[in-house]
Each structure stands twice: as C-alpha cells, then as structure tokens.
C-alpha cells in the first residue's frame, strides 16, 4: 500500500513521490514552451549564380581596363563563395580581394571607408580582427537595407580601380538582388 500523505495531528508529511512527479511535469511543460514571439528566421542568401555572375562580370570589367585582378565574393556570413585569381596576378591578389570582400560583410560598408576609418583612428582594435584589411576595392551586396554579402577586387593599380570593377558586377545583378 503506496500512502502519499500522512496525517500527523498539526502537520501533514508527503512522501517525495507527490512532490516529485508533479515537479517533473511542470518543468516538461515550462522547458517545451517557446517564448513569446518566437520564430525561425527568414534570410535571403547569394546564389552561386548570383555569385559567379558577380565574380566573373568584376573579373571582365577590369580586365576590359587592361588590369589583372583577382576576384572574391563572400556570403551572408563572410564565407568565401567564389574566388578567381586572373591570369598574370601578383601571388598576393586572391588572399587580398577575399580579405577586403570579408571586412566590407564584415562591417557592411565599402572596404575603403573602413580604410578611412582606420586612417582616422589608428589605434582602432577592428583593424587587427582576422581577416580585416583597411584597403580599398569591395563593397557590400545588399537586398534592400540589408548586406548579404560582398565583393572584393584586387591588382588594379589602385583601390578605387578595384572597387569601381565591383560596383560594374553588382549593378549588373541588381534586379536579381531585390
């Protein structure tokens, strides 16, 4: 015979297992409970298609120009989608487009503003994150407001040669982008 309560004259003893199931229930209830408001969140990402259309197109703008680049698109969380290094490039281009193309998702600004930054301050920690370069020659790939990735160039004799071959690949893609 299980007693759940014993009746002592001015108190009433319960054994553990009347406390304890009930406990366990109500944690079970209270831990599966989602809070209020909560959702998934809905995020628009960078095709490849999208990416290599903007890697290829930077890559043919400069080189149009008679520049040999080196072209780096990044995604939504900085991770590298496409990288080309073009012919004739110095060894350092394809580390140096995807560094600027990282800091310019990073901080989703133009990398040369962050560059600027960086010429205004110089003791600004941000300049020492990995993967952080004050240099000019990636911008942001935006949906609206919001950054979704970028793009970074790198040998043109110049940051804003770099950067104006980045601007010609994501005007080219910016009815895709919407």
Known sequence: MCVDAVDIPGEIVMNSRSIFFPAIALIAV???AAPAGAELLTLKALSTPIALSIAQTAYESCVHQGYNVSV????????PLVSLRGDGTSPHTIENSLRKAYTSRTFRIPSGEFAQRVKDNP???QVHLA?????????PIKTGDTVIGAVGVS???G????EACAKAAIDKVADQLK
């Open 159 to 162: 940051g804003e040669k770099d």
């Open 123 to 125: 003791t600004s920690g």
């Open 131 to 139: 993967n952080i370069v004050a240099a000019q020659g990636a911008l």
């Open 155 to 157: 040998g043109a004799p």
């Open 72 to 79: 780096s698109v990044v995604g939504l969380e900085g991770q």
């Open 30 to 32: 209270i831990s599966n």
